[in-house]
Structure formats: structure tokens, C-alpha cells
């Protein structure tokens, strides 16, 4: 009886222990998603005093960025950062799923004890290094040869200078992803394919991309969600314009450039602090919009 007893009361403490251990991480989980409402509440109140003068449409429809005189279009900032993150993540996208589908298909393991530290490597490098080899390399190569070679004068510092230097910092990330996601189809799949009758490309297209599409997808969306907030390196090197690019020559002005650029700055201008918060509230908001709609993506595709 006393042992019965015993193990009665040891299992009530056990449960007592699992269920104290559930309500913690259930307050740690809820206190981590409330974090994002109180970034967007924190932005909101801040940005609050300039929707007090200009709406919300006139802000997004603006080209002109004149604080002075109390004019802050934010499209030329919009429309860069789309462009400079679409363009880079065209680039780096194709370039990484043809390297993740030769290190896990056609590669040995000597190749890829060497490829994978190399990424490794890369993607530790801070984004001041970047910005610094695209400032020695990339912009004169684009002034130099890319210019004249269209017949365009151009300073490049430009859109394809910050695309290109965007697109190498966000390589890495996306090789290891898509590594991950290609080794993790089955090896039965790849069998059957090849016992059928089809070739290893074949087997890849087929089978091995098809069955990863989920993971292609949510890759792209951490590649696209770092692309949108890099800062540094892509603000040595597109320009800073407050114009909205017409061709991949053109200068460009990301809205993470403009708040790293400014902020700190000209605060005796009258909304110039609510402006720049603005801007930071709009890039929360495009990188949540984009994120929920793959996640919407993803679960269609499931559902399928």
C-alpha cells in the first residue's frame, strides 16, 4: 500500500511538472509573438503624427522626398526596394538551384566537404565586406564595361550593382537551404524514377524538383525577407536616388538605405523622424504581407 502510495504521489508530481513546463513555454511562445504586434504598434505611434497631415495614399503615391519643404513621397524608396530584391533574388535563385542540385545529385563527398565550409564562410562575412568588395569591384566593372557596352554613361552605382552584390550575400543561404531540402527527398523516388527508365536529370526534373516545390518556395521567402532589410552593403552601392528606376543603370534608394542613411539626421525638420519611422512601419508591413501570402502558397500547395 505504501508503495502504491508512493507512485500515486510520484506520478501527481510528474504531471504537476509537465503541466507547470506546458503553461511556461505556452507565456514564452505567447510573449514571442507578441513581439511583432509591438514592433508594428511601436512604428505605428511613431509614424502616427505625419498621417496626421498627408493620408496614407499620398505618401505611397509620392516622388518627391524634399522634407525641408514637407514633402515625403515614399514610391522612389518602395519602388527601389522591390526592384533591387526582385532583380537580386532572380539572379542568385537559378544560380543556387543548380548548385544545390550538382552537390546533392552529381557531386562526391570530397567536393562537398570542400563546397560547404566555402558557404559557410560566405554567408558569416559581414555585410560591410560585401558592400566594400561591390564599391572595388562590382561598380567599376559596371562603369567601366556594362555601360559602354550598351551605350550608357552611368556612375555605377546602381541598380544592377546593388542587385548583384544583394544576390552573392544571399547565395550562400539559399545553396545550404535547397541542399537540405533536395538530400531530404526520398532515395526511393530517385530509385523508381531511374528504374523506370529516366536519366538522373530526368529523375531531378521530374521528381526530385517537383517533390521539393513546398521547400523551393519557403526558401525564396527567407531569401526574399533577408534581401528587403539588407542595409549596408546595398547602400554602398545603389546610388542613393530619391528617383524611381527606370532600367537596371538607374540609381536606386531602398527603404532600409534611407533609414540607415537619415536617421540621426535633420531631426529639427518638422515629421522628418515620423517620415523615416513611416518608411520603417511600410517595410514591416511588405515583409509580413509577402510572408503570410507564401505561407498561404505553401498551404494550397499541401492541400493539393
Known sequence: ?????????????????????????????????SLVGAIAAGLWLKASPLLAEHSMWDLLSGWEWKPSRGRFGLLPFVA???????????????????????LTEYSGSRVRRVVYPLLDILASLPSVIFGVWGTLVVVPIVSGVVGPAVGTYTSGYTLLS????????????????????????????????????????QTVKHVVLRASVPGIVASTVLAVSRALGETIAVLMVCGNVAAVPGSLL?????????????????????????????????????????????RIYLKSIKRY
Open 80 to 102: 527601389g526596394t522591390f526592384e533591387i530584391t526582385g532583380v537580386a533574388v532572380a539572379m542568385a535563385l537559378p544560380v543556387a538551384m543548380l548548385l544545390a542540385i550538382f
Open 250 to 294: 538607374d540609381a536606386c534608394y531602398p527603404l532600409p538605405a534611407l533609414i540607415a542613411n537619415n536617421y540621426g539626421e535633420m531631426m529639427s525638420v518638422p515629421l522628418y523622424d515620423a517620415a523615416l519611422m513611416m518608411a520603417a512601419f511600410i517595410l514591416f508591413i511588405i515583409i509580413v504581407i509577402f510572408n503570410v501570402g507564401a
Open 162 to 201: 546593388g542587385s548583384v552584390v544583394l544576390s552573392v550575400m544571399i547565395l550562400p543561404l539559399l545553396v545550404s537551404l535547397l541542399s537540405e531540402i533536395f538530400g531530404s527527398v526520398s532515395d526511393g523516388l530517385r530509385e523508381s524514377s531511374m528504374a523506370l527508365g529516366a536519366t538522373r536529370w
Open 1 to 33: 500500500m505504501v508503495k502504491r502510495l508512493g507512485l500515486v504521489g510520484f506520478g501527481a508530481w510528474r504531471d504537476g511538472k509537465d503541466r507547470l513546463a506546458t503553461v511556461v513555454m505556452s507565456i514564452l511562445a505567447a510573449l514571442v509573438m
